[in-house]
């Protein structure tokens, strides 16, 4: 039996929703909630095996429901639910440790497969949109390391100018001719959308002093 949480602020679409899994011999829904604080507080206590979650909330979202009940309940499996294609939504849903996603236009019989195929611990992300988690996580990555896009070697003369070295002796310290060095630095300028090596320098120094602490 695959025990079912409902929650969303619209008492008429959760009674749809419940009657329609309710109808299924292997399904029970063994709660509802429709506010973030309420769901929150009851899904841990009920522990069931599958929670369908509104993303649009009066007090919050689905998707922090989905990351605050997933930390006490790794073994939850979330569906989110939602009148809306948005993919800002679906990253962040996807982000919290959502299973799945379904639009609330979905037929009834595709929403039951939904939660059947969620409770048995797959995902019901297509290979399209797994592509496009990865490209954003990737972003997202290279936003939070400035220096994801250097090479070691650009990563190393990024630290000999943080110290107030000139190209020439960056050259001489790593066995490079200057006019390569030279090189090295605009192609680092560049990768750091920065125009002037004093900017370069004091980036060095910060992180740095962020490495110390």
Do not use: W
């Not at 009920?46 to 509104?54: F, T």
């Not at 070697?153 to 001489?172: A, F, H, K, P």
């Amino acid at each position: 039996m695959i025990r079912v949480f409902l929650v969303d602020d619209h008492e008429v679409v959760r009674r749809g929703v419940a009657a329609l899994l309710s109808s299924e011999d292997d399904i029970e829904v063994i709660g509802e909630a429709g506010t973030a604080e309420s769901a929150i507080a009851r899904i841990p206590a009920l522990k069931p095996d599958v929670a369908v979650l509104d993303v649009r909330l009066p007090d919050g979202s689905g998707v922090d429901v989905c990351r605050e009940v997933r930390s006490r309940l790794p073994g939850l499996a979330c569906l989110m639910l939602t009148s809306y294609a948005d993919d800002d939504a679906l990253f962040e849903a996807v982000m919290a440790g959502a299973s799945g996603y379904v639009l609330k236009q979905i037929h009834g019989s595709d929403l039951v497969g939904a939660v059947r195929t969620v409770a048995a611990g797959q995902s019901l992300l297509d290979p399209q949109t797994t592509a496009s988690m990865l490209s954003r996580l990737r972003e997202r990555s290279h936003r939070e390391d400035p220096l994801a896009a250097l090479s070691d070697q650009e990563r190393q003369i990024l630290e000999l100018i943080g110290e107030g070295l000139t190209n020439r002796q960056i050259g001489e310290r790593m066995f490079l001719a200057e006019k390569t060095v030279k090189n090295y630095v605009s192609n680092l300028l560049a990768k750091l959308n920065m125009q002037r090596r004093t900017q370069v320098a004091a980036m060095a120094a910060r992180l740095k002093n962020d490495h110390r602490r």
